[in-house]
């Protein structure tokens, strides 16, 4: 092993405290890549809600870190055991990053992995990012795509077409795929069959175009914001209705109950309306993420009786090597809609503006771009 101190310094956004704000730093960027590393130029990052529940302390992180998950950007050195991903690739990173060595990996389960978590490199002596001072400072889901360059394990990335720009190709990594991803893989939604999906923001829109790449006959969606229940439309959705105490009835009056609920917000309000919402002997899918401590409170008599099921999805139940590519391929046929989701543009320095977009509920996805 190398002993070299070889540091590139790089911008990032840095989040010291939570709850608290990202801060724009200087940090030094490991210029010895791991056999199995990959360094990118980080052309977009896309900011999520999970990344804003860690800012908001809801989300436990180690600290201090760099947010950020959803990546594209352009490789500029590989490790000595990367054969398969030259110099000049175009990437999209995805936080599902696998061994391909575990049992749920060799079970084709590999959003499932269970040795994620190794694949980062905090631990050891020579941290991928550190401050001058020499604190380490952590990735987010091992990404952290704030920073204008970072390294990366080769599982964590897969590379796509140029068809798809990078502000829209960074989203494919999180809000597309998991969204998209839970109709397709997860629900295995089928020709004809009715869907209802609670919360339309970047994962939810995501939900009702898979619904519609899928052929679902109805697609009724529902939030809050008529704004965002207009843009659904856009999507896919052929019926929406606003949240609140009159959805599930609505939902129910348009449909007769649908075969397919997701409760794209992750509370435990939203997740019953969900169960209610369908016919008897469906399943209801929990995609979005629940606050730490939050708890699902059920009418058990209800689930009993009707037959219910109720399944939370990780990620889309992604294969993300595989579907990442396909979701571009749809995306250049015009069969995906991406620019939409794309409501803002921001340098680095503006992040912190982007996630009180977010806070506000404006917008559908704040992206940051690099030059
Ligand atoms: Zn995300
Ligand atoms: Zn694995």
Redesign the pocket.
């Known amino acids: 092993m190398t002993t070299t101190d070889d540091r590139i310094p790089v911008r990032a956004a840095v989040l010291s405290e939570a709850p608290g704000t990202p801060v724009i730093e200087t940090l030094l960027l490991d210029a010895v890549l791991e056999p199995h590393e990959v360094r990118v130029r980080v052309q977009a990052c ?1 900011l ?4 804003l529940h860690m800012l908001d302390g809801e989300l436990p992180t180690q600290l201090p870190t760099v947010p950020g ?2 990546i594209a950007g352009v490789v500029e050195a590989v490790g000595s055991a990367v054969d398969d991903l030259a110099v000049g690739a175009y990437v999209v990173a995805c ?1 599902s990053m696998f061994c391909g060595k575990c049992a749920e990996c060799r079970a084709g389960r590999s959003w499932l992995c269970v040795r994620r978590n190794d694949l980062g490199r905090l631990e050891r002596p020579r941290p991928r990012l550190r401050r001058e001072d020499g604190t380490a400072v952590d990735q987010v ?1 091992g990404l952290g795509g704030l920073v204008d360059r970072t390294v990366l394990h080769r599982n964590s990335v897969v590379e796509v077409s140029s068809d798809v720009p990078p502000d829209r190709a960074a989203l494919l ?3 597309v795929i ?1 969204g998209v991803g839970a109709t397709l893989r997860g629900a295995e939604v089928r020709v004809g069959e009715t869907v209802a999906v609670i919360g339309v923001g ?2 939810g829109l995501n939900v009702v175009q898979g619904a519609r790449l899928a052929g679902a006959r109805r697609v009724v969606a529902v939030d809050v914001q008529p704004a965002k229940l207009e843009l659904a439309r856009r999507f896919g959705a052929t019926d929406t209705v606003v949240a609140g105490d009159g959805a599930v009835a609505a939902v129910q009056a348009l449909t007769g109950g649908v075969d397919h609920a997701f409760d794209v917000v992750g509370r435990s309000a939203t997740a019953v309306q969900a169960v209610q919402m369908l016919r008897a002997g469906r399943t209801a899918w929990l995609v979005g ?1 629940p606050p730490v401590g939050e708890e699902l409170r059920l009418p058990g008599l209800h689930v009993l009786t009707q037959a219910k099921g109720i399944q939370g999805l990780l ?1 889309g139940s992604n294969r993300f090597t595989e579907d990442i590519p396909m979701l571009a391929d749809l995306y250049a046929q015009q069969r995906l809609e991406l620019d939409a989701l794309v409501s803002t543009r921001l340098p680095l320095a503006d992040v912190v503006q982007g996630f009180d977009l977010m806070r506000d509920g404006g917008a559908a996805r704040a992206v940051v771009t690099f030059d």
């Open positions: 896309g999520c809600h999970s990344d998950h959803e936080l889901a990594g999180c809000a998991t970047g994962v993420l990620m």
